[in-house]
């Protein structure tokens, strides 16, 4: 018995587990010493009306880390690292302090920002505190609910769903738009996106990807901007990178596209260069 369970333990040090866990434990030590030393940024992704490109509509907000060692590392690294602990609470809490911060700026100076949309993990919700703190960190800002828009993944809504109704029904109250994320990527119900009140449906860029060369991702796009118009929902496609996706998507009635075809995510002060300015404007 001693020597299977000795066997096994080594087994166990010499997996790839072992070097996933440390490196987990590393990464999470690193990121609470970046919330710390403000390490944290946003950047903004621009996004543009469909039938007129060059429309700027709106904005996603996108977390960036710059650590001082390892230099920038991507949210698709750290949130799920951030989500086993209790830094992504941290972390969202952090992200409407920089988004209306940066907000707050873009409004002094004159400027007229579109609406711009940031992600809220499941985590976050289900603590039933966050339509509450950005009501508060909104006002301390001076930015108006209108201004910003909430989004959420379908597995936002598979656990804990009293609560996150109760903070979906207060964001929407409050007048903060609502907008399910990487739609199609997980399991919600017609009946839950039915009961939600959804100002917008977002198609992931894994089915963008196949627009114009696979039936199968073509088939879920057409699906959901089906289901998004009857049920009078805004459409914005995630991850637009050929000019052959972008036709695809004007060809069926989708409403805004954001992706590297048109705009890579930019740093606050060269988005604040593409906004509207009435006070300078000729
Ligand atoms: P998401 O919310 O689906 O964000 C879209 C991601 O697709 C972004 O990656 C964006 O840079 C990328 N993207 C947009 N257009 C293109 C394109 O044309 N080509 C390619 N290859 N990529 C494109 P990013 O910034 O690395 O974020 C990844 C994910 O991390 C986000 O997916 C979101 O789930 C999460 N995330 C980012 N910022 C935050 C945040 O502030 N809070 C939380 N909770 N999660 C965040
Ligand atoms: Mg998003
Ligand atoms: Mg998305
Ligand atoms: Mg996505």
């Known amino acids: 018995q001693a020597k299977e369970d000795g066997r096994n333990r080594l087994r166990l040090y010499d997996s790839g587990l072992h070097q996933c866990l440390l490196r987990e434990a590393t990464l999470e030590t690193a990121l609470r010493r970046a919330l710390t030393n403000d ?32 230099g920038p590392i991507s949210p698709g690294q750290f949130i799920p690292v951030a989500e086993k602990s209790d830094l992504i609470t941290e972390l969202g809490w952090r992200v409407q302090e920089l988004l209306c911060k940066d907000l707050q700026r873009w409004l002094a100076a004159g400027f007229a920002p579109p609406v711009i949309s940031f992600n809220v993990s499941p985590k976050t919700f289900r603590e039933g505190q966050f339509a509450a703190r950005l009501h508060e960190v909104m006002t301390r800002y001076h930015i108006s609910p209108g201004q910003l828009q909430v989004e959420f993944t379908e597995g936002t809504l598979t656990d804990r769903s009293d609560i996150v109704f109760q903070e979906i029904q207060a964001l929407q109250k409050a007048g903060v738009d609502l907008a399910i994320d990487d739609f199609g990527t997980g399991y919600s119900s017609l009946e839950n996106l039915k009961r939600l009140p959804l100002a917008e449906l977002k198609i992931d860029k894994t089915f963008v990807d196949g627009l114009g060369n696979n039936e199968h991702d073509e088939a879920i796009a057409r699906a959901s901007l089906a289901m998004a118009q009857a049920f009078g ?24 596209i954001q992706g590297f075809l048109l705009a890579r995510p930019l740093e606050a002060e060269d988005f604040q260069a593409m906004l509207h300015n009435p006070d300078t404007a000729a």
């Not at 946003?42 to 390892?70: C, H, I, K, M």
């Not at 637009?240 to 069926?252: G, K, M, N, R």
């Open 39 to 70: 390490e944290l940024r946003l950047v903004y992704q621009p996004q543009f009306d469909a039938s007129t490109p060059e429309r700027l509509v709106g904005a996603e907000a996108l977390l960036r880390w710059q650590d001082p060692e390892n």
């Open 233 to 256: 929902l805004r459409t914005v496609a995630e991850g637009v990178e050929t000019p052959s996706q972008l036709a695809w998507l004007q060809a069926h009635g989708c409403d805004r």
